[in-house]
Nanobody, 125 residues
Framework: QVRLVESGGGSVQAGDGLTLSCEISGGAVDRLTVAWFRQNPGTQREFVAAWTEGTGGTSRKSDSVRDRFVLSRDYNKNSLLLHMMQLKVEDSATYFC?????????????????WGQGTQVTVSS
């Protein structure tokens, strides 16, 4: 059973950066497609970024974060990191890590079988 644990959330000022970590157990980070979603109360969970090792490693990011967020893998800790830079107030949300054993970079909640509990990111102006 794959288990995901997020960490690294917090409260920051607009323009600051944060790095979120998704630590994976029960599966190797290079054998899963791993994604980040975010959600605010009363809204749908929104795709942020995803990565898969297939064909040498590919990633995908939403247009709203494309130039500010970067994905990286920590193979020693079996983790996927989300480096968030130039944070905006609208980036505030609970960020969730998700994973699937499929190799497609899915954009929907239904594309992922495993979910973490989430970590809160609050950006103030």
């Amino acid at each position: 059973q794959v288990r995901l644990v997020e960490s690294g959330g917090g409260s920051v000022q607009a323009g600051d950066g944060l790095t979120l970590s998704c630590e994976i157990s029960g599966g190797a980070v290079d054998r899963l497609t791993v994604a980040w979603f975010r959600q605010n109360p009363g809204t749908q969970r929104e795709f942020v970024a995803a990565w898969t090792e297939g064909t040498g490693g590919t990633s995908r990011k939403s247009d709203s974060v494309r130039d500010r967020f970067v994905l990286s893998r920590d193979y020693n800790k079996n983790s996927l990191l989300l480096h968030m830079m130039q944070l905006k107030v609208e980036d505030s949300a609970t960020y969730f890590c998700a994973a699937t054993q499929r190799r497609e970079l899915g954009l929907g909640v239904g594309d992922y079988s495993y979910w973490g509990q989430g970590t809160q990111v609050t950006v103030s102006s």
